[in-house]
Protein backbone atom coordinates (compact mmCIF):
# COMPACT_ATOMS: atom_id res chain seq x y z
CA UNK A 1 0.00 0.00 0.00
CA UNK A 2 2.90 2.48 0.99
CA UNK A 3 4.15 1.80 -2.46
CA UNK A 4 0.99 2.45 -4.36
CA UNK A 5 0.96 5.65 -2.40
CA UNK A 6 4.61 7.02 -3.49
CA UNK A 7 4.81 5.75 -6.74
CA UNK A 8 1.06 7.33 -7.95
CA UNK A 9 1.66 8.61 -11.34
CA UNK A 10 3.92 6.12 -12.75
CA UNK A 11 2.66 2.83 -12.90
CA UNK A 12 5.73 1.35 -14.35
CA UNK A 13 7.97 1.99 -11.35
CA UNK A 14 5.85 -0.14 -9.34
CA UNK A 15 6.15 -3.29 -11.69
CA UNK A 16 9.87 -2.05 -12.16
CA UNK A 17 9.95 -3.00 -8.55
CA UNK A 18 8.25 -6.32 -8.48
CA UNK A 19 9.40 -9.01 -10.77
CA UNK A 20 6.48 -10.43 -13.05
CA UNK A 21 6.03 -13.66 -12.07
CA UNK A 22 5.32 -12.39 -8.51
CA UNK A 23 2.96 -9.98 -9.91
CA UNK A 24 0.81 -12.22 -12.13
CA UNK A 25 0.66 -14.37 -9.12
CA UNK A 26 -0.87 -11.91 -6.98
CA UNK A 27 -2.94 -10.59 -9.70
CA UNK A 28 -4.27 -14.18 -10.15
CA UNK A 29 -4.89 -14.80 -6.33
CA UNK A 30 -6.40 -11.30 -5.83
CA UNK A 31 -8.75 -12.29 -8.94
CA UNK A 32 -9.88 -15.43 -7.51
CA UNK A 33 -10.74 -13.62 -4.29
CA UNK A 34 -12.51 -11.23 -6.02
CA UNK A 35 -14.73 -13.90 -8.08
CA UNK A 36 -15.04 -15.84 -4.47
CA UNK A 37 -16.78 -13.08 -2.79
CA UNK A 38 -18.66 -12.38 -5.75
CA UNK A 39 -20.47 -15.84 -6.30
CA UNK A 40 -22.39 -14.89 -2.97
CA UNK A 41 -24.23 -12.41 -4.98
CA UNK A 42 -24.64 -14.58 -7.79
CA UNK A 43 -28.81 -15.40 -6.22
CA UNK A 44 -29.54 -11.32 -6.00
CA UNK A 45 -29.86 -10.07 -9.24
CA UNK A 46 -29.53 -6.39 -8.12
CA UNK A 47 -26.81 -6.79 -6.10
CA UNK A 48 -24.75 -9.12 -8.76
CA UNK A 49 -25.46 -6.13 -11.08
CA UNK A 50 -24.21 -3.79 -8.46
CA UNK A 51 -20.83 -5.55 -8.25
CA UNK A 52 -20.62 -6.01 -12.05
CA UNK A 53 -21.07 -2.26 -12.76
CA UNK A 54 -18.45 -1.59 -9.57
CA UNK A 55 -15.64 -4.06 -11.42
CA UNK A 56 -16.28 -2.33 -14.50
CA UNK A 57 -16.01 0.75 -13.04
CA UNK A 58 -12.80 0.13 -11.15
CA UNK A 59 -11.46 -0.83 -14.05
CA UNK A 60 -11.78 1.28 -16.81
CA UNK A 61 -12.80 5.29 -15.26
CA UNK A 62 -10.25 7.62 -14.06
CA UNK A 63 -9.90 6.99 -10.37
CA UNK A 64 -12.00 4.10 -10.69
CA UNK A 65 -11.16 1.96 -7.72
CA UNK A 66 -11.85 5.12 -5.09
CA UNK A 67 -15.22 5.75 -7.59
CA UNK A 68 -16.70 2.20 -7.19
CA UNK A 69 -15.83 1.66 -3.49
CA UNK A 70 -17.31 5.07 -2.65
CA UNK A 71 -20.42 4.61 -5.05
CA UNK A 72 -20.81 0.93 -4.67
CA UNK A 73 -21.10 1.53 -0.95
CA UNK A 74 -23.73 3.91 -1.40
CA UNK A 75 -25.80 2.38 -3.60
CA UNK A 76 -25.43 -0.90 -1.77
CA UNK A 77 -26.82 0.99 1.48
CA UNK A 78 -29.46 2.83 -0.74
CA UNK A 79 -30.89 -0.29 -2.33
CA UNK A 80 -30.51 -2.43 1.41
CA UNK A 81 -33.08 0.69 2.59
CA UNK A 82 -34.87 0.73 -0.26
CA UNK A 83 -35.70 -3.39 -0.06
CA UNK A 84 -36.24 -2.94 4.38
CA UNK A 85 -38.08 0.04 4.11
CA UNK A 86 -41.97 -1.26 4.40
CA UNK A 87 -44.49 -0.01 1.51
CA UNK A 88 -47.87 0.95 2.84
CA UNK A 89 -50.76 -0.32 1.29
Given amino acids: MLAGL ?3 GDPATF ?3 VPRPILGALLLVE ?3 VLWLVRDQWRTP ?5 ALGCGVT ?3 APYGYALALVGGTVIGITMRRRLETPTSA
Fill in 46 to 50: RAFIL
Fill in 31 to 33: ALT
Fill in 58 to 60: AAY
Fill in 6 to 8: LLV
Fill in 15 to 17: QRL
